[in-house]
């Protein structure tokens, strides 16, 4: 499942890749060790980041911290955005100060006024090596990867000044990998079967956890109960079939797990914003 489409991808020895989209159909929850900045180009957006939702507008930035469990919401209108991914290895000798550490104020809002040094807000100075950096890319004038590093470099050394954070103990690290790594099996085996019946207790067992502690442990690591994200995820697949599949409406339904028709137009139409119908009759 990807529906992003990848229109950059630098290959140097710089770990970095710049994602342009203007599709948003919606990911579901996943993680990575690469620390993510998204910027909006134009439209709206929602992200969840951890059990906290991100409502984005043109101009807004936000970052992903590594290892953090984060969602796209999809939106019918769509919504144009770049999205960086940076590897330990543009930070150097600095990735300690930046990885191992979550993000005290993720989300910078177009106009906002944290100011630094020079007098120009943290928002302004991102923003302009974000679009900098992609008009290079996208021109790939000669020298263009040697300023594109540049700006990489540029965003980097900002973060490490002046983006506020704060560090995760050994302890709260240790036993969040841990947590990512039982719950990432979990996400796995929603992603491959859920055309089939997937319970509770089943999703349970295979993160080796008792009904209960799981049930609390899922809601607190994604933001949403069990259920709720078992729908999303089926929602988020039909929509994915409902634009570039020729079959019925009530095939997709089934196809994407739901058993009943009528679930199924209540549950998409809570999560995408619109009905099947809607959405095919577009096409």
Known sequence: ?????????????????????????????????EIEIIYVLDGHMQIGINDVLYSL??????????????????????????????????????SDLVFGHRFVMPHLIAGSEISIDSGESLHGIIERHIVALYQ??????????????????????F???????????????TKRLEQLERLDNVLKYIES????????????????FSVTYFSRFF???????????????????????????EESVTEIAYRSGFNSIETFNRVFKKVNGCTPTAIRSKK
């Open 57 to 94: 507008s043109t101009g807004d930035l936000l970052f992903v911290g590594s290892c953090e469990l984060h969602h796209y919401l999809p939106n019918p209108l769509g919504c144009r955005k770049i999205i960086l991914q940076l590897g330990k290895p543009i930070f150097d000798a600095y």
């Open 159 to 173: 973060m490490i000044r002046h983006l506020p954070m704060e560090a995760y103990s050994l302890q709260e690290r």
């Open 219 to 245: 809601k607190e690591a994604t933001g949403s109960t069990f259920v709720e994200y078992v729908n999303s995820f089926r929602a988020n697949i039909a929509m994915l079939l409902l634009t570039n599949n």
């Open 136 to 157: 290079e890319w996208e021109t790939r004038e000669a020298g263009h990867e040697l300023v594109t590093k540049a700006r990489i470099n540029d965003i980097a050394a």
């Open 193 to 208: 079967d859920y055309g089939s019946e997937i319970t509770l207790q089943s999703a349970a067992e295979v993160a080796g």
């Open 1 to 33: 499942m990807n529906p992003w489409h990848e229109k950059i991808a630098l290959k140097t020895n710089h770990p970095l890749k710049i994602i342009v989209s203007s599709l948003e159909e919606g990911f579901p929850t996943h993680w990575h060790q």
